[in-house]
């Protein structure tokens, strides 16, 4: 069964640019959840969905950060613009049940905002 | 919000060496997971273990939730056990949003 798959690995942006990062959960997966973990922390969820709904978002900056996931299946995160303090791993994982499932996570994309 | 604190914050051991690592919660909890992130980042699943005792080789967890902690138990320790150790808990009553703990860095030396 493949795995969590996130892309880009690495990006380096400059402040007040804006930057995407893709997602695609575990097949059969339905729901999904974007992380963002700064350097010396635990990862703090974002946003969680289940399928293309959102489940909760209230930790997500919603001035500068948006998320969506259509059909269900894949989706995209992105900051417009891009604050230095951005500068984080963000992780996405997805589980099979929500409140008793597992979460599996991907292999993260570390931004770099100079 | 539900409050996380896990004990340790960091830990270093000779290979071979025992060791327990602790995450206490403030609340009732749904979930409870038990994670490995590697030093290069990926989170790996130890366990899911919102009550009692599990075993996975050299690893076991046990959970009691009514007094609210969790322990990993790491016996014989290789330097491939270094990195951080997560725990990460949901809350239960309908709110779903799962918390990480601040994590306990281990270090195995050979």
């Known amino acids: 069964e493949a795995g969590v798959a996130q892309s880009p690995r690495y990006k380096i942006i400059e402040k007040r640019q804006s930057v995407a990062f893709w997602c695609n959960p575990i097949?059969?997966?339905?729901?999904l959840y974007w992380y963002q973990q700064i350097l010396g922390q635990g990862p703090k969820l974002l946003i969680q969905?289940?399928?293309?709904?959102?489940?909760?978002d209230s930790q997500l900056p919603k001035d500068r950060f948006s998320a969506e996931r259509l059909k269900g299946v894949d989706s995209t995160l992105k900051i417009q613009p891009a604050k230095l303090e951005d500068s984080a791993v963000y992780l996405c994982?997805?589980?099979?049940?929500?409140?008793?499932?597992?979460?599996?996570f991907g292999p993260g994309t570390r931004l770099t905002v100079t | 919000g539900i409050q996380v604190e896990q004990s340790p914050p960091d830990l270093i051991l000779q290979e071979g060496a025992n060791s327990t690592l602790r995450c206490n919660f403030s609340d009732s909890v749904n979930n409870l997971q038990w994670f490995h992130q590697n030093p290069w980042g990926q989170l790996i699943n130890l366990f899911y273990?919102?009550?009692g005792t599990k075993q996975n080789g050299r690893l076991s967890a046990t959970t009691v939730a009514t007094e609210r902690y969790s322990l990993l138990y790491i016996s014989s320790s290789q330097t491939t056990d270094s990195g951080v150790y997560f725990c990460a808990v949901e809350l239960s009553g309908g709110s779903y949003i799962p918390t990480f703990g601040r994590g306990t860095s281990l270090i195995v030396h050979p």
């Open positions: 273990i919102p009550s």
């Open positions: 994982a997805s589980s099979p049940l929500m409140a008793r499932g597992e979460q599996y």
């Open positions: 969905f289940q399928n293309n709904g959102v489940v909760d």
């Open positions: 097949s059969g997966h339905a729901t």
